[in-house]
């Protein structure tokens, strides 16, 4: 066991040493996080932070190189009524906590691909108004060959229903619904 952290780790620097002699993005990088692949361990998955936005990379350090696609950068989101609430939330509160690349966005109405999975939607007199805010990990933001297929839902995402902007109205976690 020890030899193979020890090769991971080794693998590790190596994905680190090609992506910092390299240049990414134009922009100057804020930090970097490197995800192993589950079966492949000289690919790994890299997540560059600029001022603006995140920049995902492919890095195989077998052959020395880096795949990345300046069209899949995700900008940061901007902050609204909503996400600051949600923040606010015990949902929230605890994925800022444990999400060291958490991203709270405000998705709307209906976030993508569909209804948050395991929670209905608020029922509300025609004078309020509520819209989703979606926690998501960009560490585990990825899918790798194996998996059957990407998935439809981003892995270990949290939502908040938050009505008018400031009332959390219904929390939930990977299908099931937070009380």
Do not use: C
Request: proline content about 11%.
């Amino acid at each position: 066991m020890v030899l193979l952290w020890g090769w991971r780790w080794w693998e590790q620097e190596q994905a680190r040493i090609l992506v910092e002699n390299t240049r990414i993005t134009m922009a100057p990088m804020k930090r970097l996080s490197l995800e192993p692949y589950p079966i492949n361990p000289f690919h790994w998955h890299a997540i560059l932070e600029t001022a603006d936005f995140y920049q995902p990379a492919e890095i195989d350090t077998r052959a020395g190189e880096i795949v990345s696609d300046p069209r899949q950068a995700l900008y940061k989101p901007r902050a609204t009524a909503a996400t600051e609430a949600a923040k606010g939330t015990r949902l929230g509160q605890v994925y800022l906590d444990w999400g060291s690349w958490a991203v709270a966005r405000d998705v709307g109405l209906e976030p993508i691909p569909g209804p948050v999975p395991g929670l209905s939607p608020p029922q509300l007199p025609p004078s309020h108004t509520w819209t989703t805010v979606e926690f998501n990990d960009l560490r585990f933001d990825y899918f790798y060959p194996g998996a059957d297929s990407p998935p439809s839902q981003p892995h270990l995402s949290g939502w908040v229903y938050i009505v008018d902007g400031r009332y959390d109205a219904g929390e939930a976690m990977n299908g099931h619904e937070q009380r």
